[in-house]
């Protein structure tokens, strides 16, 4: 169990957050992913929308990671480290300016 307490963390950086929480959560209701993903669908507009989907998701959730370092860096700075890619093994590292 974590014995740190939290950052106190503004009115303003707060509302960024549960933005970026809302867009996120708009996203995964899109019948077009839900189709090209159930293999209902083999039209290519669907899996573009896809695509499209997936790139603002990964953004978003960018943009979260981001948040939590800057705010709550000694959290979950043991947590959120380097992404390491499967495919290509690229290290995608920490946003500038978050402490690890």
């Given amino acids: ?10 009115d303003e950086a707060r509302r960024e957050l549960r933005a970026y929480a809302k867009l996120l959560s708009d996203i ?7 189709s090209a993903l159930r293999g209902r ?25 981001d948040w939590l370092l800057t705010h709550q860096p000694e959290l979950v700075k043991d947590i959120l480290e380097p992404f390491r890619c499967p495919h290509c093994k690229a290290n995608l590292d920490p946003p500038m300016g978050a402490e690890t």
């Fill in 28 to 34: 995964r209701s899109t019948e077009s992913v839900l």
């Fill in 1 to 10: 169990m974590c014995e740190i307490t939290p950052n106190p963390v503004g």
């Fill in 41 to 65: 669908s083999m039209a290519a507009r669907a899996y573009r929308e896809m695509a499209h989907k997936v790139n603002l998701s990964l953004y978003f959730l960018f943009q979260i990671y």
